[in-house]
C-alpha cells in the first residue's frame, strides 16, 4: 500500500541539517512519521534546556523567574553565569521566541530566534545553547541553524547582510571558570548570503525531486555506510536496523575478520 502522508511546507534548519545528512532518515523521521527517537525531547538535559529557553524569554517579558529558578540548581547556576559574563549584546529592541516565515521554491522557512535585537543600524542574533562549547566550535559557521536564520533576518528585513550577526552563548562554559570563552559571533556578508540561497536552492531543489519520486513509491537516498553516520563504536542511528544498516555493518566486519585471519596464516612453504 503506497505511503500518503501531508506535503512538508515549513523547513526548519532541523530539517535542512537532516535531509543534507541523511535523506533517507528524513524520510522516515518527516514522511513515514516512525519517530523512533524516544526520549529526545524528554531527555532530562533537553528538558532543562527548554526551560531555560522558557526562564528567558519570561525574564524578557518582565514575567516572574524564581518559580522557575527554583525548579532545579543548574538553571540557577546557568542564570547565574548569564548575570556574571553575558554575551556582548548590542543596544535595541529586544524580542525573545522571535519567529520569521519566508517563502522560498515552494517552501516556507522557519526560523524561530531565542533573541533578537534590532536597532536602526544593525540586528543581532543571539542564541541559548545550555551544553558546553564545542570542540570544533567553527563548524558551527556552517551549520544551517547559523545559515538559515541569518539568512531568512536578511531576506525579511531592510538590513543589508553585513548588518547582521549571530551569537551562541553557551552556558555550561559561562560556569566553568577556566573557560576561554563562552561564546560564539558569527558576522554576515553579502557573499555568504549569496552562498546561502545556491545551497539552498540545491537542497530544495533535491527535496523536491525526493518528494516526488517518494510519490511514486521511491525510498529517498542512503547514505554510504563508510561515512560512520549509520553505525559506528559511539553511535547507531535509530533506524540502522530498518535501513538494515547494522546487518551490513555485521557483514562488514566478518569479512574483515576473516580476512586478517587469513592473511594471519604462515605461508605454506613449498
Known amino acids: 500500500m503506497q505511503n500518503t502522508h501531508q506535503p512538508i511546507w515549513q523547513l526548519s534548519q532541523s530539517h535542512l541539517n537532516l535531509l543534507e545528512s541523511c535523506p533517507r532518515k528524513f524520510q522516515h523521521r518527516y514522511l513515514d512519521r516512525l519517530d523512533t527517537a524516544v526520549g529526545l525531547d524528554t531527555h532530562p538535559h533537553q528538558q532543562l534546556g527548554s526551560q531555560f529557553h ?3 524569554q519570561q525574564r524578557s517579558l518582565g514575567l516572574p523567574i524564581e518559580p522557575l529558578l527554583e525548579t532545579d540548581p543548574r538553571l540557577q547556576a546557568w542564570f547565574n553565569a548569564f548575570l556574571q559574563n553575558p554575551p556582548d549584546m548590542i543596544e535595541g529592541k529586544q524580542e525573545s521566541e522571535h519567529q520569521r516565515l519566508y517563502w522560498q521554491d515552494g517552501f516556507v522557512l522557519v526560523a524561530v ?18 551544553y558546553a562549547l564545542p570542540k570544533q566550535a567553527d563548524r558551527l559557521r556552517t551549520h544551517w541553524q547559523t545559515q538559515l536564520y541569518l539568512y531568512v533576518l536578511a531576506e525579511t528585513s531592510d538590513y543589508q547582510p553585513e548588518q547582521l550577526s549571530m551569537t551562541y ?3 555550561e562554559a559561562s560556569t566553568q571558570t577556566d573557560a576561554k570563552t563562552n561564546c560564539l559571533t558569527f558576522p554576515y556578508s553579502t557573499d555568504q ?5 545556491q545551497s539552498l536552492s540545491h537542497l530544495l531543489d533535491r527535496l523536491r525531486q525526493e518528494l516526488t519520486d517518494y510519490e511514486t513509491g521511491k525510498a529517498m537516498q542512503q547514505v554510504a555506510l563508510t561515512e ?6 559511539n553511535h547507531q542511528c535509530e533506524f540502522a536496523e530498518r ?9 562488514t566486519l566478518a569479512l574483515q575478520d576473516a580476512l586478517a585471519d587469513i592473511d594471519a596464516i604462515a605461508e605454506v612453504p613449498p
Open 113 to 130: 530566534y531565542d533573541l533578537l535585537i534590532q536597532n536602526s543600524d544593525q540586528a543581532q542574533i543571539v542564541d541559548w545553547k545550555t
Open 169 to 171: 552563548w553557551f552556558a
Open 193 to 197: 548570503h549569496h552562498q546561502t540561497q
Open 228 to 233: 560512520g553516520k549509520c553505525v559506528s563504536p
Open 54 to 56: 522558557q526562564l528567558m
Open 243 to 251: 535501513c538494515q544498516r547494522r546487518l551490513q555493518e555485521d557483514a
